[in-house]
Each structure stands twice: as C-alpha cells, then as structure tokens.
C-alpha cells in the first residue's frame, strides 16, 4: 500500500506554470534587472547603480516543507502566524499563505506558499537599502528588519515566487515588506524560534502538513519543498492520491450494533 | 476596542437602498453571533410582531462571533436569524447555520455581522469590501444556481484575481484570498420555503427556508472580502491555549488506537479524525481526495475529490439523493440540491413522502393527486433532477411541494392524518423526526422547547448514542455517564442526567430537566454566540485523550477569555446563554408561542420505539441499553415541562418568561413588551 510514496520527495506535485519570473534567477545570479526600477519612484531613487551579480550567501539552516495533498485549508497556520508576530489575527499578514479553490478539483484545489529561504535570496539581493539580509547570526535565516525597509516593494516583485512570498503589510500606518523569519522574532509567543527552535505554523498545523528540516531542499519548482508527509494512517482514512491506492483498513461502513 | 470584536455591525436597508452601522458594543452584553442576533431583532422589530416571514419587515440577521477570523478551533460557523418560513405552523423567529470561511472574512472585512432590512424592487447583492459596501445589481446573476452565482460574483468583485496570487483591494489592502459569498439559488428566488443558503459548493444553512427569505428581499447574495485584523485580548494566552488543545484533536500521523478509531463505520464520524463526513466516497477504488476544513476547524470532516464533485459536502449534504448503482451520479444529485439551493433536512423527509403517497395509490400520474412526476422511477438521476427541478422553479406539482413538508400535507388535506401516523415524518415544528424522542428525550424536549430540529450532535448524540452504535464503545455505560455529566457545568454531578431509561430518574426526570436546560443554554451561548460547529463542540469527552476527559468545560473559557479579555467563567456564560434563550422564548412568545403547542405529533408518543442505543440506569445498574418497545407518556412528558418551565423562570401554566427572570436579566424592556401583550409569565 502507498508505494508511490516518496517521503520528502514528491514526484506528483503540481506544476507551476513557468513565468518569466521563474528565469530570473539562474546559477545564483540575477540575470535580470530591469524589473527592479520598474517599481515606485522610491525604489527607483534608492536602486544601487549595479545590482549586484553572482553574489553568494551562507545556506540557511532551516526550512519549511510542506505537503499540500495533506493541508485542509484550515488556515490554523496562517493565523498563528499573524498572531505570534503581530498579536492580531489576520490572514493578509501571514508569512506563509495558504490559498483554495473551494470548487477545484484535488489536488489543484490548494496551494501552500511558505518561504523557501532561498539559495539565492533574491529579495536580500535586490534590496535597495540593506532591509533584507541574512542574519548570519541566527542561522542565516533570511530576514527583513522592518524598520529600515522602505516600502519600495522591490523584493516583492523580484521574488521569483508566484505568489511572491515576502508580504506587504501596514505597520504604524506605513507599508512594509515581511516575511517568513522561522519565528525567530515572536513577540507574542514565548517560543524560541529559528533553527533549533519552533515555528508556529509547523506547531499548529493540526495536519501536520508543514514540517521544519534543516537540509536545504532541492531548489528546483516546487518539489524539494512540497513533499509526502503522510503516513499509511492517512491513507487509512481513505485519503489517497491514487485510486490504485487500497487502504488497510477499507472504510466502508460498517455498524456494531450495540452493546 | 475589546478583543475579538471589529466594533461595528453592517445594517442594510434594501427597500430604501440604505446603508449604515450598529455598534457592536451596544450588544456586547450577549456575547456574539446568535445573542446579539436576537437582541437585534427584537430592539428592530420586536414590537411588530407578528408577522409573516416573506415580509419585507424580516430581517436576515447574520452574526459572525469574537471568534470567527481567529484560529479558535470549530469556530467556523456564521449564524443565521430571521423568522423561518420552513417552520409550522408558525414561521418562528429561528436559526440556522453554516460553515465555510464566511465569517472570517466578514471580520477580516471589519464587520461583526450583518442586518439586512426591507426588500429591493429589483434583484441585488451585496459587496463588502473591507470598509467599502455597495449594493449591486443581480442582473445577469438572478437565475443562476449557486455554484455559477457565486463563481460570477467573485468575478465580479476581483476581476484580476488570480488564483495562487496576489490582489490588491485596493492600495495597501493585499490578499489572496478570494471572496466568500453566500447566496441563495433558484429554490430561494422563487420563495421556497425550502431555499437553502449556500456558501461554497456544500456548506448550507439548512433550516428553516432563509433561502427563500433571500428571494423574498430579491437578495441574490452577499459577498465579503477583507484584509484587517481581528484584536486579540491577549494572543500569548490565545495562542498557549490554542496549541494545549492539540491533546484532544486526532493525531494525524499517530493517531491513539487506529485500528479502533480510524476504520470506517460510527467512529468515522464522531472520533475527530479528518473527512468522514462525506460519505460518498467509501468504497474501493476510492477518489482521490483531500480532507477540507471550515476556517479554523482542526478536523476537517469535508472532503474535495479528484473529481470534483461532492466537494465540501457532508452528511445529509450527500445522503438526501441516491441513485442506484452509480456513486457518481449519487454524487452529482446531491450536487444537484445545493445547486438549485434546496435544504437537504427538509428535501429528505419530503422524498420519503413523495414515495408514500406514491405508493398508497395517491399520488401518481392520474392519480388523487395528479402529477407527471415520474415517480415509478426512484433511485434514478432522472427522477431526483424531475423532483428537485419542479420545486425549485415551482413548476406542476412542485409548486406546492416548495411549501415544504407541513404546508404541503397542508394543502393535500393529509397533515393530521399523515403526521399523526408518521407518514410524513416530522416532529418539531415541521422539521424532521431525527432522533427518537422516546429514548434520546433530550434531542426531543430540546427541539420541541425551540424553534427547530435540535441538530447538536455533540450532545450526548454522538459521543453516547453514537458510541455505544458502534458496538465498540470506549467507555462502560457507567464511566461515560460520570465523565460526561462532570463536564456540565454548572450542573455537573449527577450522572442521571444521561439516562434515558424511563425510570424515576431517567427522561422525564429532574435531570432531564437540567440536561435539557444545560443544552438550551450551550446552544445559544457557546454555539450561537460563539460561532461553535454542533460537530465539535461541547467536546464532554473524547476517545483521542488518554483518560477519555474533553476539552468542556475548560477550553469554551479559556479561549473565550484569551480573545475578548472577558474573565468570567464557563458558568457565567452558561447563564448568558440562559438570558439569550430566554429572550428567544419571549419572541416566541411575542408570535404566539404557548405550553399547550409544544407537543409532539401522536406518533411519536405512540409508536412502540425500534430502539435506540443510550445509557440507562435499570434495576441499579449502568447499562447501555436500546428501549425497545417504549412509548413516550403524554402525561410524563407535560410534567416533565412543567418542572421544565419553572427551572427556567417561566410561568408553567403557560410557558412565558416572567417578570423577575426577565428582569434578572437586565431584559426590563421585554417583559414590559409582553406585559402590553398580556403575555408576560
């Protein structure tokens, strides 16, 4: 039963439409620039006067893989992470984002954006003013300090991620880029985030669809990171992805009768 | 402003195409979703009472609560209020709900709930979009089933949506989210009695007709969007409490006694593992399928196939319509009915009748009642589309049958004889029988002393009746009914409150009375104002916790309180759900609402139970134990209302709420409103 599984390695994942944006990033380099001033006068002003090329970042030490076959939509994640980081609830400021096609067929149904806490950052990259960086002293965790971003936008539209997972988000009344940090910074969790630590969407998820690894996964589309993270106990339910798949325990109905 | 609150109610008057605010603080006092739906209906119409459901003076009033929008688990539900043109033989103001994600975006939108007031002159829906309302014209929308309806209005609201994107509402408003729409269909625009809500392919507010309360205002739909907070009171407390509850949500990779809890049969339902709540999807070779949550829900009962039919249903979402032989035209059937918008608890008994009357020789093509229904095809697509498309669009017989069960039989000069006899087979208010009321009595006296079928599984419905079902119950008859009724607080304590024997201390005892009374109020505080899901809450025990302990009564307070930044305990809000309830009864009141009409149909007190699995306590001794044979007493069961009446603060001689209960309650203005009516206990 459950051959076809291929535990963080998933073969049958869906394909990402290729967009332009997928070539922008090729062999650790930004092979394109010019989307970087078509951005506001703000980011126009402050683009360095080269991008730079070929630059090379420390790996981080953690990610986040996930299994959109597995994920119910409940979008506990998405919650618990606006809340630890913001202390509010709000779907628009989660730094992973879930998204649904209530009439879709599965498995296309759902779409599981996290961060990849890229090989290559291209938002650390492509920041104009040094917001984004590695933060080499907590595990390379890709990170953007808030109070010296800008609003200028720039990583989000040079994520080559569709949907671009850096999120724009209003704090004290200003627009703002954040993402993903691995809960490294949770003011309102007692948690100790970031590698070694935890992460609440990861904690939460009452799936346990998302999972934290340390190993960086295989950079291509969405495979390294949308893997298999179930078990037969899934499959045991009825929940196969392959009607080939026969589940050990067939769940037909069946009545006791009482006692 | 308090946790959990936006602070502001969307009030919308179609007749006069008006939009404007109630603050949400005025009715804090009653938590949230049903309390503050009732409060607002009778401060808006209370005193207008009675009249008639497709009046454009009803209201659809729906409440989301502090904690839609959050991650509260099984909070996912959007009220539903407004006087319910299903019931019989008044259109009782009434509840129903659904699930989905309806609610939460409503909050993300920046609204505690909507009134809608009047009825437009032409067909419209409604647009949130964060803090920006507009009414819309339906045309082009009018007509079209739910599914389409609801695909066109998200068109029509994000026109560059781009599912897996980013959009932008407007400027610094990003989400990629689409909008939530509920809508009714063609069964609701022509005024069924039936008419369902919909909110996505399968989630329905059922009960009690307010599809056709939505065609009656010409109100195609409403759609929410939003992109703001939700407060939280204290989100360390929120979030410590929301990762304690995992103890007691099924552990997907490692679940406790898979082999007991995980296989098909009862436990599919009642033991909190994903799906199981579709059950057109069971036999081999299985669909491929994902297990889909309501916002916030740790389970995720529903399902979305490969084939993308049956998505999102659940039980009787996908039982009403059977074709023979072929589970994906079943399928297809029941996706049938929520396209059309007709409500699955009221469309199954009418099937039953259909074939009854088919079958006496009465109904048929020539027959006393004359139809081309093509009745001597059951079990086929063809018939089920042939039923569902007449009442829907009124055409024929279907006419007549869009009156519902009650006023169907009605009109056939069949209701006393045919419910009398349980040939058609409905118990409370023209709502279905759903559970024997001879042995689950609670269910029963619990349905009767409201408006409606009961509809709370996680009462002692799932976790005794249906667990004992399974012929594999988890805990003796004993140990259940000490660990359940220790989690009913106030009253926990007394075991005899779970026993359905017909004994001195079983259904027509005292403690039936405070059972009865314990449900009355959980239903109107945690799942009414709460927003709760009857699937998962009260969670008195369960089989995924070691010493089978649920999370009631700690958890209902303790994410409460983390929220609102309240701290008050489970026995206070139990009492809220008393004042809410109590207010419901005087509304009830205020339509006609006496003792003497709370009473079951004479099958249900006359025909010798089939049984029904329950604890009892027999000869001194815990026992799980069917009834076979039992009747219920008419004379118990009026005592039994009358002890009933008085532990409630009504006057038993008639059923109406009296003066100091009222005024305990800080509700002077409604006993002075009934006391103008002659109707104060």
């Not at chain 2, 502090?66 to 033989?89: A, H, I, K, N």
């Not at chain 2, 249903?313 to 072929?326: D, E, F, L, Y």
């Not at chain 2, 929520?338 to 079958?359: I, R, V």
């Not at chain 2, 069949?414 to 609670?442: C, F, K």
Request: contains cysteine; aromatic residues 10%.
């Amino acid at each position: 039963m459950a051959d076809d599984k291929k535990a963080l390695n998933r073969e049958a994942a869906p394909k990402k439409r290729l967009s332009r944006r997928d070539f922008l990033v090729t062999g650790g380099a930004v092979v394109a620039v010019d989307a970087l001033v078509a951005v506001t006068p703000a980011a126009a002003a402050a683009v360095p006067a080269a991008a730079p090329a070929a630059a090379t970042y420390p790996a981080s030490k953690g990610y986040l893989v996930y299994d959109s076959r597995k994920c119910a939509g409940c979008t506990t994640c998405m919650l618990s992470c606006s809340l630890v980081h913001y202390g509010v609830q709000n779907l628009s400021r989660a730094r992973i984002q879930i998204m649904q096609d209530s009439f879709g067929k599965f498995p296309g149904d759902v779409i599981m954006a996290p961060c990849r806490q890229c090989k290559v950052p291209v938002c650390v990259q492509s920041c104009p003013v040094g917001a984004a960086y590695v933060d080499t002293e907590n595990g390379n965790v890709r990170r953007i300090d808030s109070a010296k971003c800008i609003g200028c936008k720039t990583c989000l539209k040079m994520c080559p991620q569709q949907p671009h997972r850096t999120v724009w988000v209003m704090i004290d009344g200003k627009g703002k880029s954040s993402k993903c940090d691995l809960c490294l910074d949770t003011p309102y969790w007692d948690e100790k985030g970031g590698p070694g630590g935890k992460q609440a969407c990861v904690e939460s998820c009452p799936m346990k669809a998302i999972r934290f690894v340390a190993e960086m996964p295989d950079q291509k589309e969405t495979e390294g990171y949308d893997v298999n993270l179930r078990n037969d106990h899934w499959y045991n339910l009825g929940l196969v992805d392959n009607s080939t798949i026969e589940p050990k325990r067939n769940p037909v109905w069946k009545v006791g009768g009482g006692e | 402003m308090k946790g959990g609150y936006t602070g502001k109610i969307l009030r919308v008057n179609l007749s006069t195409r008006t939009i404007g605010t109630i603050d949400t603080a005025k009715y804090e006092e009653f938590g949230g979703g049903h309390g503050i739906g009732s409060a607002i209906f009778f401060d808006l119409v209370g005193d207008q009472l009675p009249f008639e459901a497709f009046d454009p003076r009803n209201l659809i009033i729906m409440m989301a609560s502090p904690f839609s929008g959050t991650f509260m688990p099984g909070s996912g539900r959007c009220e539903v209020q407004g006087m319910g043109p299903m019931l019989y033989p008044v259109e009782w103001f009434a509840h129903s709900n659904f699930g989905g994600r309806f609610t939460a975006q409503l909050k993300f939108a920046g609204w505690d709930g909507i009134v809608v007031e009047g009825a437009a002159d032409d067909p419209v829906w409604i647009n949130i979009v964060n803090d920006k309302v507009t009414i819309e014209s339906a045309k082009g929308i009018w007509g079209m089933d739910t599914w389409d309806t609801q695909e066109e209005i998200s068109r029509r609201v994000m026109p560059g949506l781009r599912y897996g994107e980013w959009a932008e509402l407007a400027r610094d408003q990003e989400t990629t989210q689409s909008p939530a729409v509920v809508c009714c269909g063609p069964a609701g625009e022509n005024r069924s009695r039936m008419g369902a809500l919909l909110h996505g392919p399968g989630s329905q507010a059922a009960l009690c007709g307010f599809g056709g309360v939505f065609g009656s205002k010409k109100l195609k739909a409403i759609s929410a969007i939003g992109t703001g907070d939700v407060p939280i009171a204290d989100p360390k407390a929120f979030m410590a409490a929301r990762l304690w509850f995992r103890q007691f949500q099924w552990d997907v990779d490692n679940p406790r006694e898979a082999e007991r809890f995980g296989a098909g049969g009862p436990y599919a339902l009642i033991s909190g593992r994903p799906s199981g709540g579709n059950v057109l999807n069971r036999e081999l070779p299985l669909t491929p399928a994902r297990a889909a949550a309501c916002a916030s829900c740790p389970r995720g009962c529903r399902m979305r196939l490969a084939t993308g039919d049956s998505n999102e249903s659940v039980c009787a979402g996908t039982m009403v319509i059977t074709v023979n032989g072929s589970v994906k035209f079943t399928r297809q059937g029941n996706d049938l009915m929520q396209k059309y918008g007709l409500g699955h608890w009221q469309l199954m008994p009418l099937l039953s009748y259909l074939e009854a009357l088919h079958k006496k020789g009465i109904l048929g093509k020539g027959k006393q009642i004359d139809t081309d229904l093509p009745l001597d095809r059951p079990g086929t697509f063809a018939y089920a589309e042939a039923v569902m498309r007449a009442i829907a669009y009124r055409e024929g017989i279907g006419d007549d049958l869009a009156e519902a069960c009650a006023r169907f039989a009605k009109k056939i000069g069949r209701y006393d004889q045919d419910v009398n006899d349980g040939t058609l087979s409905l118990a409370y208010w023209g709502t279905a029988n759903h559970y024997d009321p001879a042995i689950e009595a609670e269910w029963g006296f619990g349905s009767l002393l409201g408006e409606r079928d009961l509809m709370l599984h996680q009462m002692s419905n799932y976790p005794i009746h249906w667990m004992a079902w399974s012929g594999d119950p988890y805990l003796t008859a004993e140990e259940v009914s000490r660990l359940y009724t220790d989690a009913m607080v106030p009253y926990q304590g007394d075991p005899f409150m779970v026993d359905h024997s017909d004994g001195p201390t079983g259904i027509y005892s005292d403690s039936k009375v405070k059972q009865v009374a314990w449900i009355k109020h959980y239903e109107k505080f945690w799942i009414g104002a709460g927003g709760f899901c009857g699937w998962r809450w009260p969670m008195c025990i369960t089989n995924n916790t070691a010493d089978r302990r649920g999370a009631t009564p700690e958890a209902e307070p303790k994410f409460w309180n983390a929220v609102t930044g309240d701290n008050r305990t489970f026995a206070d809000y139990m009492e809220l759900g008393h004042k809410i309830y109590t207010l419901d009864r005087s509304i009830w009141t205020l339509q006609g609402r006496h003792r003497d009409m709370e009473v079951f149909p004479d099958y249900i007190y006359d025909r010798p139970s089939v049984g029904h699995d329950m604890t009892m306590y027999i000869d001194g001794r815990w026992q799980y134990a069917k009834g076979t044979g039992r009747t219920l007493d008419r004379a118990k069961v009026e005592d039994f209302k009358t002890r009933f009446y008085k532990f409630e603060g009504y006057n038993p001689e008639n059923g109406y709420p009296k003066r100091d209960t009222l005024e305990k309650m800080n509700l002077g203005k409604v006993a002075d409103l009934l006391q103008t009516r002659g109707k104060l206990g």
